[in-house]
């Protein structure tokens, strides 16, 4: 009688493997005890045991550590005071998705622009006062319906296809006190990335002052105000004395009746009727004449209002332009799945540098759980699940199934860090009920 298997069949294709083998990489290069611990922190978050516990890193980590004394604050100390950098464990988490997954990097024109896209996220601290917690801002709460203090959090990703799923990986997150320090603390990174890229932004985004830094190969897109007002380019000279204009005629793009006809236009089949879109261009703001703008305009009738779209990268073509928008999705549903899976939203830190971890690899782990989701086969979450999809909660769910598979196989090779007891330590001798010091 033949042996069952206790491995798969290919473990490369494995979703368990993958994902222990991406933590492995992350965990690689750092200090022995470090390694262990932040194994152990990146196996809570991609199994979704954070999120279960509602963000207590006590109890998420309890059944893992519980042989080891102190074992869930070593994980907290860890987090905390360990000696590793965020950017590097997110930029060898890029790495390893691009030599190990089938991914396809986005790219759009003829420069070959890889396609970015960034957007913040607004993490409501209710219950944190001033001084209790670090990086607080003021944000607004949408299911509060009010301003409350925050951390504010900025997220880069790299928009990539990973067999026809479109995927973002993380590139930065940057934490600030408000939107727009976060925001240009991004756009610095981008700016020292070598390679022509096209950033995917929304309307609070895609301001004045962020069209005018854009360069040629540092381009912009982003959604403009339904009420924006731009200026055509002007009349050519026409040889009269005096100083010739700088400014056209002025065009309101999202009015029922545009004051100038399109440049471009084109139709295109959608589920609800034919979607019209049209361009116009060499626009610019008044202030801003040397900043040019084209400006297209999607006319959907499953939607009551158009979508106006601005981009410095005028030599990108109108099927390109209409559909270079939609690419910023992946950054929307990278927080969905932090909140959702990884416990981003429930940040029980409150140290600057813990804050910054906690959430960061929160954003990480769900980067890293959509791409894995994408490249293998839908998973279902039960027999009721009749239409199983490549998701990241998914595979959270299965990862949570085979934790122990999953840990041992993550920290193979790493060995916790050992701490011998000091006999010579003078603190412990009077203390009056020992066992609980």
């Known amino acids: 009688m033949q042996k069952p298997?206790?491995?798969?069949?290919?473990?490369?294709?494995?979703?368990?493997?993958?994902?222990?083998?991406?933590?492995?990489?992350?965990?690689?290069?750092?200090?022995?005890?470090?390694?262990?611990?932040?194994?152990?922190?990146?196996v809570v978050l991609m199994t979704g045991r954070l999120a279960q516990h509602k963000g207590s890193l006590a109890r998420a980590v309890l059944p893992f550590v519980f042989r080891l004394k102190w074992g869930w604050h070593r994980v907290e100390r860890a987090l905390e005071r360990g000696k590793l950098s965020l950017d590097s464990l997110i930029d060898r988490a890029y790495e390893w998705c691009l030599q190990n997954l089938e991914v396809e990097t986005v790219r759009l024109g003829q420069m070959q622009r890889e396609v970015m896209a960034v957007d913040t996220s607004t993490i409501a601290r209710l219950r944190s006062k001033e001084g209790n917690s670090a990086l607080l801002g003021k944000g607004y709460s949408h299911s509060s319906g009010r301003a409350v203090r925050a951390n504010i959090v900025c997220a880069l990703v790299s928009v990539v296809g990973i067999r026809g799923v479109r995927v973002g990986l993380l590139r930065r997150a940057r934490f600030a006190l408000s939107s727009d320090k976060a925001v240009e603390?991004?756009?610095?990174?981008?700016?020292?990335?070598?390679?022509?890229?096209?950033?995917?932004?929304?309307?609070?985004?895609?301001?004045?002052e962020q069209f005018a830094a854009a360069?040629?190969?540092?381009?912009?897109?982003?959604?403009?105000?339904?009420?924006?007002?731009?200026?055509?380019?002007?009349?050519?000279?026409n040889g009269l004395p005096g100083r010739p204009p700088i400014h056209g005629p002025v065009l309101h793009p999202g009015r029922g009746e545009?004051?100038?006809?399109?440049?471009?236009?084109?139709?295109?089949?959608?589920?609800?009727?034919?979607?019209?879109?049209?361009?116009?261009k060499d626009l610019h703001y008044e202030g801003r004449e040397k900043t040019k703008l084209d400006v297209i305009r999607i006319d959907n009738p499953a939607y009551?209002?158009?979508?106006?779209?601005?981009?410095?990268?005028?030599e990108l073509k109108l099927e390109e332009l209409y559909l270079a928008y939609p690419h910023r999705w992946p950054v929307e549903t990278l927080f969905y799945v932090g909140e959702e899976t990884t416990a981003t939203e429930k940040p029980r830190a409150w140290s600057e540098q813990a804050v910054e971890r906690r959430i960061g690899m929160g954003l990480m782990s769900g980067s890293l759980l959509k791409a894995i989701a994408a490249s293998g086969e839908p998973l279902a979450m039960g027999p009721w699940d009749s239409k199983p999809q490549p998701t990241a909660g998914r595979l959270a769910n299965h990862l949570d199934i085979h934790a122990a598979e999953l840990l041992a196989l993550a920290l193979k090779g790493v060995e916790s860090r050992n701490y011998r007891k000091n006999p010579k330590d003078t603190q412990s001798k009077d203390l009056q009920r020992k066992k609980v010091a």
């Open 5 to 42: 298997r206790t491995e798969p069949r290919n473990p490369s294709a494995d979703p368990v493997y993958l994902t222990a083998a991406a933590i492995c990489s992350l965990i690689s290069t750092l200090p022995s005890g470090t390694a262990y611990c932040i194994g152990i922190f990146l």
């Open 258 to 280: 545009v004051e100038k006809e399109a440049c471009e236009e084109m139709n295109v089949a959608g589920k609800k009727g034919e979607i019209r879109v049209r361009r116009w």
């Open 304 to 314: 009551k209002k158009p979508l106006i779209v601005g981009t410095t990268a005028r």
């Open 215 to 237: 360069t040629e190969y540092k381009a912009l897109l982003g959604r403009l105000r339904i009420n924006c007002k731009l200026r055509c380019a002007p009349r050519p000279p």
């Open 185 to 208: 603390m991004v756009f610095k990174d981008v700016a020292k990335m070598e390679g022509n890229c096209l950033i995917v932004v929304d309307a609070g985004i895609a301001t004045k």
